[in-house]
Each structure stands twice: as structure tokens, then as C-alpha cells.
């Protein structure tokens, strides 16, 4: 990892970057993928794993938007209970997503706001699969004691329990619906079955051949669009059936077991691809030579290193996610144009500060989504340089973690004062006062270590009493918070009397969120705060303009109230039909806004002068943005402004009124500029 830090001088410019070592987080691998084609939007399953006991520790899901580029949209942040496990994932429609486990339970959740919206408890224990018909009205989910729950989900609100098909003694590993007709085909221990759902009774069973004596796990199934049934099971065989007699058409080996099935139809013909524990990908085709049609393997793709877990077409993609946590997504095209996006892209957030005691070594926080550390740059007698590359360590001060380390930290900031660090779990704000450890005649030099105390909220207001969407501090220290229904800004005052809290005064409403509406960004540079909403819309407000408290008076009606509220707000004109995928504030004296879209596009809006300016990337920057990924970080200091994603970036400078690209950069050549 590394931070960025411009130095400005009228005769150079010189950009220093400073290096985080030893910080690692934990890779999440990835296990389930689903994709709602109307909105582009992919989710995923990722978990990570208990080092001791080797078996999963939490589960996460994350919604990417595959509209023009691969880029992170929303995180789902479900209940403990939930995130316990998520073994299957299927899409109700665009915003709705269902989630099942080991708890048993069928979950309807909004992935915008991440809202449980409905529930239901499937029949015997575990849920190993989900299904949803092309018609979108009937759910079916395989059990682990092979019950397959049938759900009427035509009602988006509810998930009603409407039948049961009996169990076959096996587990239910798989589930995939004819595209036309009621039927329906699961797999489990050593068969595949096809169901009649309308008679409620087994129509046929296909075998696998066994491999020797052991009896095969048919781990994955899918319906083609012409009626053929392929499965993949643990002795490697992709296997095409013939549902009319129940004989199986093709047949592919593998050197593993295959663990996913997924494809796709153009107007060249069908293709399915497989994956699984040898981590190749493989893609058989359906040929027409000479009237008669037979299936052929065509080349292998060897693009991850350990077992493929999840395999998805989706759209232009065929992304595929395994062990080794990376989310690939692959091109028909050419196998070089792959998108490999490394774990743990989008799941950690940088901020940084000044040092109470030593301004010449700042902190620097880093969140993920278990724990918050705090680091420390070092001297600069422990940098070293090779070439024009100077790298200045970072040293760790304290880690901390919510609850007992199971708890979900969805949103940290801390002040540019150092003083203040606020971070947000899934249940409740807390505040930290972040003190020196010796008192200041005591410190000598600049790596003394800093401690952090924990500062209960005073009983007089309930500021941390549930849990947040964003948080960021201004450049005056004031806090703006984003919960699920408001955005508001206050003053975080200490008390040393009697027993240490901390106080918010000063505290002042922004704006009244919609209830199928949340923050996704946020940025403030004390007169301006901007934000992105889950709808994509850009909104600006003057703190300046405002009418001081904006709570409503009791001499005020609800129609006055709402005019003062809305005052000082500014809704941004689209400039692109992607989503913001970044955004951040320079000073209220300069008062741009700076904006990057998923698909390369990015401007700066003058708060002053109400015009936009679009920023052209010179030099072929712009496609060579576009074969990776939309910048999804940016971030101003004066003048300066640096855009970047999780392979390279660009330094902006401002020249008179003008933003101008002043060099890429890449971070494996960092020189002066």
C-alpha cells in the first residue's frame, strides 16, 4: 500500500510516497456469483476463513455494476446472525436480492439500503441452493436433508412457503429451472433429478457413471435454453443429458472435481463453461456440421491459480471467482483482455491526519471490514530511494476491533486534528479520543506510541446510539454523519468532568433521506458537503446558506419547514449515464468538485460559478483507464488532486480556473513530476 503526499513549489513539483508494510488484511474468497441482467449489477459472495480452525469466519456480499466497467456500487451489510453464512444467492429483481445459509432461513433484502424486506423459513434445516423461475413468481430451495422448498415470491414484499417436493435421501447441491415449462432439476449425492413442479412429483432421475466404487457428488446443474441438462459433479465429468430418456448426449473429463456451470447463447450457438478444484476453465461448444450438432471442447482458460468456486456469465463477461479471492472477468475475445481485480480492492478505506505531537509524522488510518489500525510514518532516516522511487515505512500503533472481532465495521473517520476517531458497526457509532500515551514534556521523539480511550456518548443525546452509512470529518473538524434517514454535521465536545465522554454540540440537519434511499459517498470541506445517494443523484450543500437550525420550530409549519431545508441544496445535472464511482471536495475558496464515472468520464463542478469542466485524458490515459477500471478513489489538497484505482492514477493540477492532467502514475515508478 501506498499514500501519496504532493509537495509545492513554484519551481517543482515533487510527489513523495510513503509505504505501509506488514498491514494484511485477510483475502476473502470468493463463493457465490449472481447477475440481474435489467440493472448490470453482479453480486457476490466472498468469506473469510478462520486461520486456526481453517473453516469460514464471515460472509460479505457486494454488489458490483457491470454497466460499462467493473466497479464496487454497494456493500450488503447483514446482521451477525446472517453473515454467519451465505451459501446461496439468487436475484428477485433489480434491487431485491434473496440470501439463504445454514440458518435455514430465505431472506429478501434490499441491496441499495440493505433493508431486510421479507423472510421465510425453508423445510429441514440448511439451504445449500436457490432458484428462482424465468417467470420470477415461484422460488425453490434444496435443503441439506433433500427437501426442495417451493416459495410463491410473486408479491415483492413477501416470501410465502406454497409446497414441498419429497426428499431423494441426498443433500441438494443445485437447482436450475426449465426456461419455458414447470420443470425443475436438482442434483445431489450420485443423481440428477427432473421435477414437474405443476404435478408436484418426479418426472425422471439421471445416474452419473461411478468412479470405481465411489459414487459421485453432483455439485452443479443447469437447464440450456434447448432443453439439454448439463452437470458437473466431483469426479470431473461435464455430462450433457437428454431429458426425453434420461441418457446423457456428451461427455467431458476433467482432471478435478468440477464445483460450478455456467452459459451463454449467441447467435453462434451455446456454449457452457466449467470450473472447479483444478482451477481451469473450460468451454464446450455446441457445433452444427453437416445437418448433425455435437459438443467440442475448445481451449482451456488457466487464469487463477487455486479452485474456481463461482462461474457466471454476465453480459459481455464470464466472470469467475475461487480461493485465491481474485474476481476475474473474462472476454470472449481474447483471454489477455481479462479484468483480474486483486482481493481486497474496494474493502479498505485510508485516511490520514496530523500527529498530536509531531506534525512531521502523521497517522494514518486504515479500515477494513473487521478492524481499524492506526499507523505512524517513521523518520526519515529509516527511508531509502532506488532510483527516483523514495519510500517512507509507516510504523503500527494499536489495532482495534468491534465487539469481539465479529462485528462489521461499515464506516471510520478521523479528524485532521488527530484528536477524534468515530467508526460504525452494524449496530451502533462509536467515539474514540485518541491521547498520548506520555505527556508532552515526557515525549522525545516521534514514534512514541499513542493510545486510544473509548468515549461513551453523553446521556443527553443519542448521536451513537445506531449505526451509520458514511462518515468524514471537515477541514474545521466538524463531523458529517450519513444514518439511513438524514444527513447532519456537529461538533464533538470532551468532557473531563466526573466520568470522560464525549458531548455533541452544535449539531445541524442537512437534508432528510428518502426510506429507499442511503448515502453511498461522501465529502466535506466545512462550508460544502457533497453527496451521492443509492439512486446516483450528486447533491451539493452550503453550509453557509443555511438558516441556522434547520430542526423545525414549533411556531413553523411543515411546508416552511421543508423550503428551509431544501434552501441550500444544488442537484447536480448528470454528465453520464454511469454511476460515481468517486468524488471529493477541494477548499470552499476554490469550491470544485471533482467527479469520476464508471465509464472513464471525469469533471469538476464549480460551486461558485455553477459550470462543469470536463477533464480530457491526454496521451491515450483515458483507454488505458478504460481496459482496467474506473477510478474509484480521489481525493484534493489545494491545487493538487489525485485520482486513482487499484493499478494506476493520474495527478491533476490546477492552472488558473482549469484542472489539467500533469502526469500518470504508476505506482511501481513514482518520480518527480
Known amino acids: 500500500m501506498v499514500v501519496a503526499e504532493g509537495e509545492t513549489k513554484k519551481a517543482t513539483r515533487k510527489l513523495k510516497v510513503h509505504e505501509v508494510r506488514f498491514f494484511d488484511p485477510k483475502p476473502r474468497a470468493i463463493q457465490g456469483l449472481a447477475y440481474e441482467s435489467k440493472s448490470y449489477r453482479l ?3 466472498k468469506c473469510t476463513v478462520d486461520a486456526q480452525e481453517n473453516i469460514p469466519a464471515a460472509y460479505f456480499v457486494e454488489i458490483w455494476n457491470l454497466r460499462d466497467f467493473p466497479c464496487l456500487e454497494f456493500k450488503v451489510t447483514l446482521a451477525p446472525e446472517w453473515r454467519q453464512s451465505v451459501e446461496a444467492i439468487c436475484w428477485r429483481s433489480s434491487v431485491l436480492l434473496f440470501i439463504s445459509g445454514m440458518h435455514g432461513q430465505v431472506l429478501l433484502v434490499d441491496v441499495e439500503t440493505s433493508r431486510l424486506r421479507g423472510q421465510a423459513a425453508a423445510v429441514s434445516g440448511p439451504v445449500w441452493c436457490l432458484s428462482l423461475n424465468p417467470q420470477k413468481n415461484r422460488l425453490a430451495a434444496g435443503t441439506e436433508d433433500g427437501y426442495i422448498s417451493l416459495f410463491d415470491v410473486e408479491n415483492e414484499e413477501l416470501v410465502i412457503y406454497s409446497g414441498l417436493l419429497e426428499p431423494k435421501g441426498s443433500r441438494i447441491l443445485s437447482l436450475s429451472w426449465h426456461l419455458t415449462k414447470p420443470l425443475l432439476v436438482s442434483s445431489g449425492r450420485g443423481r440428477v433429478w427432473l421435477w414437474d413442479v405443476d404435478a408436484m412429483k418426479l418426472r425422471t432421475e439421471m445416474r452419473p457413471p461411478k468412479h470405481g466404487n465411489i459414487e459421485s457428488s453432483v455439485s452443479s446443474v443447469i437447464f440450456l435454453r434447448n432443453g439439454t441438462v448439463v452437470s458437473g459433479d466431483t469426479t470431473g465429468a461435464t455430462i450433457f443429458w437428454d431429458i426425453s430418456h434420461a441418457t446423457p448426449i456428451a461427455s467431458f473429463k476433467s482432471r478435478s472435481g468440477v464445483l460450478a456451470l455456467a452459459h451463454s447463447q449467441s447467435p453462434d450457438g451455446i456454449s457452457v463453461f466449467s470450473a472447479g478444484i483444478d482451477s481451469v476453465i473450460s468451454e464446450m461448444r455446441l457445433t452444427n456440421k453437416q445437418g448433425s450438432s455435437s459438443w467440442v471442447r475448445s481451449l482451456p482458460r488457466y487464469i487463477h491459480s487455486h479452485d474456481v468456486r463461482a462461474l457466471c456469465r454476465a453480459g459481455k463477461f464470464l466472470v469467475s471467482g475461487g480461493q485465491d479471492s481474485y474476481l476475474m472477468f473474462g472476454n470472449d475475445v481474447s483471454i489477455k483482455q481479462t479484468i483480474k481485480i486483486p482481493p481486497n480492492t474496494n474493502s479498505l478505506t485510508v485516511a490520514v491526519a496530523r500527529n498530536l505531537l509531531h506534525a512531521s509524522t502523521p497517522f494514518l488510518l486504515l479500515q477494513n471490514s473487521s478492524k481499524l489500525e492506526i499507523w505512524q510514518l517513521s523518520s526519515q532516516q529509516n527511508s531509502f530511494s532506488a532510483d527516483n522511487f523514495r519510500a517512507v515505512p509507516f510504523c503500527q ?12 465495521i461499515t464506516a471510520s473517520a478521523i479528524s485532521p486534528s488527530g484528536e477524534w476517531l468515530v467508526a460504525s458497526s452494524h449496530r451502533l457509532t462509536k467515539a474514540y479520543r485518541i491521547v498520548p500515551s506520555k505527556a508532552e514534556s515526557l515525549v522525545k521523539n516521534a514514534h512514541d506510541k499513542v493510545d486510544i480511550d473509548l468515549v461513551p456518548a453523553s446521556k443527553s443525546t443519542d448521536i451513537f ?17 450519513a444514518d439511513s434517514s438524514e444527513v447532519f454535521h456537529c461538533k464533538l465536545k470532551w468532557i473531563a468532568s466526573g466520568e470522560h465522554s464525549a458531548s455533541v454540540v452544535d449539531k445541524r440537519n442537512i437534508c432528510s433521506l428518502f426510506p429507499d434511499e442511503k448515502v453511498r459517498l461522501l465529502s466535506s470541506n466545512g462550508r460544502f458537503v457533497a453527496i451521492v445517494t443509492s439512486k446516483n443523484k450528486v447533491e451539493v450543500f452550503d453550509l453557509e446558506k443555511s438558516s441556522g437550525d434547520v430542526v423545525m420550530a414549533q411556531d413553523d ?8 431545508r431544501t434552501s441550500y441544496r444544488t442537484i447536480l445535472p448528470s454528465q453520464s449515464t454511469s454511476i460515481v464511482t468517486a468524488l471529493a471536495l477541494s477548499t470552499h475558496k476554490q469550491a470544485d468538485l471533482l467527479l469520476a464515472y464508471a465509464d472513464g468520464t471525469v469533471v469538476t463542478f464549480n460551486l461558485h460559478t455553477l459550470s462543469y469542466q470536463r477533464i480530457v485524458m491526454e496521451g491515450g490515459s483515458e483507454e488505458a483507464v478504460k481496459e482496467v477500471v474506473a477510478f474509484t478513489n480521489c481525493s484534493v489538497h489545494e491545487d493538487l488532486a489525485v485520482l486513482h484505482n487499484w493499478k ?26
Open 43 to 45: 453480486a457476490v459472495v
Open 397 to 408: 500503533l494499536l489495532s482495534l476491533t468491534f465487539g469481539k472481532g465479529n462485528e462489521c
Open 465 to 481: 446510539a445506531l449505526p451509520v452509512d458514511s462518515l468524514t470529518f471537515s477541514e474545521e473538524g466538524r463531523l458529517v454523519v
Open 557 to 564: 409549519d411543515e411546508e416552511s419547514a421543508q423550503q428551509r
Open 648 to 673: 494506476a492514477g493520474v495527478l491533476l493540477v490546477k492552472e488558473g480556473k482549469m484542472w489539467k492532467v500533469k502526469k500518470e502514475l504508476n505506482y511501481d515508478e513514482v518520480e518527480n513530476c
